[in-house]
């Protein structure tokens, strides 16, 4: 296992966007749209990460199941929902992590092709504190044709009041910017170093 990237839902694509320069100065860029689940996105480099901003497409077809993330259920401001993690067996971890992690699909965009575990109602185990579960199948990692933006993940906790039954479904996960936090209710916040100092999200 392997810390991808991070996952910021928004209502709209401009208003993460919006959200994500507000906060950490620079405005995600590139992306493009999931066609098979009606999404769309902007990403930002960050060194051998990246942060995607994820909204759902108003000129895409509504899919045949939910769309990941649980976007259709989304309301609010721009947060951090989720987080990716990539791994080189998707069959052999999926077969192994939490109830519900999801189905293996094949997907593309441009000239990137993945495998990603799609869960079947649209939500990722303890309340998105499982992460999504992905391969790439293209040599180079999105990463490589993002700017960089010089913000660096510092810090990624994830808050769950299971928290002890969550921790042994990402012991492969050897990252020591990630915490699992018992908490009262599920929450994930990160820690970013940026040129103005510390941000949280």
């Not at 966007?17 to 990403?43: F, I, K, Q, S, Y």
């Not at 660096?152 to 808050?159: C, H, M, S, Y």
């Amino acid at each position: 296992m392997r810390l991808d990237h991070l996952v910021i839902s928004a209502a709209t694509l401009d208003e993460g966007c919006d959200w994500v320069e507000a906060h950490l100065g620079v405005r995600p860029a590139g992306g493009g749209r999931h066609v098979h689940m009606g999404t769309h996105n902007r990403l930002l480099g960050m060194g051998n990460l990246y942060l995607e901003v994820i909204a759902i497409d108003p000129a895409g077809e509504t899919p045949a199941q939910p769309r990941w993330f649980a976007l259709d259920d989304f309301s609010g401001l721009p947060r951090l929902t989720n987080w990716v993690v990539a791994v080189e067996n998707l069959r052999a971890e999926l077969a192994q992590a939490p109830a519900g992690a999801g189905e293996p699909w094949a997907l593309s965009r441009g000239d990137l092709r993945w495998h990603v575990g799609v869960p079947l109602d649209g939500r990722l185990p303890f309340d998105g504190g499982f992460p999504l579960l992905i391969h790439w199948d293209t040599p180079l990692h999105p990463t490589a044709q993002l700017a960089d933006s010089q913000i660096r993940l510092t810090r990624l906790e994830i808050d769950h009041p299971r928290a002890g039954a969550l921790r042994p479904a990402l012991a492969d996960l050897h990252d020591p910017r990630v915490a699992v936090i018992e908490g009262p209710a599920p929450r994930l916040r990160a820690e970013f170093a940026t040129p103005g100092g510390p941000v949280w999200l």
